[in-house]
């Protein structure tokens, strides 16, 4: 495996294309716009640099990285070469399928096309192709430069040669993989998003202020973060995205999102990338001023 195409430039796009571009794949990374390919190369730099601080990597090692990214606007072009596609697009299931059924027809046919997705179903994605036995879900952690863990989803057609082929590959990256079968939110999302659901469901029902929450589940508990700036960083659409799959797929009300959540995806506050979610960021991201206006 040479040529690995990325689907999406942002949050996790980006980091997906930086960990293959930095163990000396070539990438291509996709996105609708050139402005959307600038920011996700503007931050892969950014990451580069802090890895160079740390003496992480070397001069030579940022500079190669950078220089096997290659960026298209157009998918069909992206992935024509690739041995290996990883969607990391918008977490919306309509879309996934129609990138599906696209990069099924650009992509050469021995090519594994991998999703990112954080919970939608692997069978489903894979039914928008001809090859659902190549198909398999390779859930990277944000932020993907850091993060151990992938969560290799197994579809329902996923064959033993695809699985031990993504295993392998995601040990070459450095990284440790963990093979789960393909239920709504897997195993990460299932345990993660109903915790992050809870805290919302605290602070909308007054239970205590946003700094309150956080810091009795950081002090107490020992998380280096807490929930709601979790969620603030993974993105409140993608949480409610997650969340809407879960409540679907299982029909248990456990999983319904808090109306708080969907008031505030409703009115653009999604977390650091806007600018504002549980905290302002509008500033600096590192000087994080709390919101009280929700409790
Ligand atoms: N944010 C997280 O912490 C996290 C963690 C694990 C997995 N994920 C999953 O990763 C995926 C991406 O999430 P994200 O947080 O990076 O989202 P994001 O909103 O930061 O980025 C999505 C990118 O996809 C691009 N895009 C949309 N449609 C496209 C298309 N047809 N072709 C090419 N590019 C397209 C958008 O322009 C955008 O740049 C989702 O499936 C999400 O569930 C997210």
Redesign the pocket.
């Given at each position: 495996m040479k040529n690995i195409s990325v689907?999406?430039?942002?949050?996790?796009?980006n980091g997906i294309a930086h960990v293959f571009a930095q163990n000396g794949y070539t990438v291509n990374l996709?996105?609708?716009?050139e402005d959307?390919l600038v920011a996700?190369i503007v931050n892969i730099t950014k990451n580069l640099d802090r890895l160079l601080v740390k003496e992480k990597i070397t001069e030579t090692i940022k500079n190669a990285t950078l220089t096997n990214i290659n960026t298209f606007t157009s998918?069909e072009k992206g992935v024509k070469n690739a041995d290996l596609v990883v969607e990391?697009?918008?977490?919306n299931e309509d879309?996934?399928l129609?990138?599906f059924k696209a990069i099924d027809q650009f992509a050469p046919k021995n090519a594994i096309l991998a999703?990112?997705?954080?919970?939608?179903s692997i069978t489903k994605i894979a039914s928008a192709t001809n090859r659902p036995e190549k198909v398999i879900g390779m859930?990277?952690?944000?932020p993907v430069p850091i993060m151990k863990l992938v969560e290799i989803i197994r579809g329902y057609s996923t064959s033993d040669q695809v699985t031990k082929t993504i295993m392998d590959l995601s040990l070459r990256l450095k990284k440790t993989p963990l093979e789960v079968n393909d239920y709504p939110g897997f195993v990460a999302n299932r345990i993660l998003m109903p915790m992050l659901n809870e805290a919302i469901e605290t602070l909308y029902n007054g239970v205590a202020g946003v700094y309150e929450i956080d810091n009795v589940m950081k002090l107490g508990m020992g998380h280096p973060m807490g929930p709601l700036q979790l969620a603030d960083?993974?993105?409140l659409?993608?949480c409610l995205?997650?969340l809407n799959v879960m409540y679907d797929g299982f029909k248990n009300s456990k999983y319904a999102p808090c109306p708080l959540l969907v008031n505030m995806v409703q009115a653009g506050k999604l977390g650091i990338?806007s600018g504002e979610g549980f905290y302002d960021y509008s500033e600096s991201k590192k000087a994080i001023k709390i919101s009280n206006r929700f409790i």
């Amino acid at each position: 495996m040479k040529n690995i195409s990325v689907i999406g430039a942002g949050t996790m796009g980006n980091g997906i294309a930086h960990v293959f571009a930095q163990n000396g794949y070539t990438v291509n990374l996709i996105d609708l716009s050139e402005d959307s390919l600038v920011a996700g190369i503007v931050n892969i730099t950014k990451n580069l640099d802090r890895l160079l601080v740390k003496e992480k990597i070397t001069e030579t090692i940022k500079n190669a990285t950078l220089t096997n990214i290659n960026t298209f606007t157009s998918t069909e072009k992206g992935v024509k070469n690739a041995d290996l596609v990883v969607e990391a697009a918008t977490e919306n299931e309509d879309l996934k399928l129609k990138i599906f059924k696209a990069i099924d027809q650009f992509a050469p046919k021995n090519a594994i096309l991998a999703t990112n997705t954080s919970s939608i179903s692997i069978t489903k994605i894979a039914s928008a192709t001809n090859r659902p036995e190549k198909v398999i879900g390779m859930h990277f952690m944000n932020p993907v430069p850091i993060m151990k863990l992938v969560e290799i989803i197994r579809g329902y057609s996923t064959s033993d040669q695809v699985t031990k082929t993504i295993m392998d590959l995601s040990l070459r990256l450095k990284k440790t993989p963990l093979e789960v079968n393909d239920y709504p939110g897997f195993v990460a999302n299932r345990i993660l998003m109903p915790m992050l659901n809870e805290a919302i469901e605290t602070l909308y029902n007054g239970v205590a202020g946003v700094y309150e929450i956080d810091n009795v589940m950081k002090l107490g508990m020992g998380h280096p973060m807490g929930p709601l700036q979790l969620a603030d960083f993974i993105g409140l659409d993608i949480c409610l995205s997650i969340l809407n799959v879960m409540y679907d797929g299982f029909k248990n009300s456990k999983y319904a999102p808090c109306p708080l959540l969907v008031n505030m995806v409703q009115a653009g506050k999604l977390g650091i990338k806007s600018g504002e979610g549980f905290y302002d960021y509008s500033e600096s991201k590192k000087a994080i001023k709390i919101s009280n206006r929700f409790i």
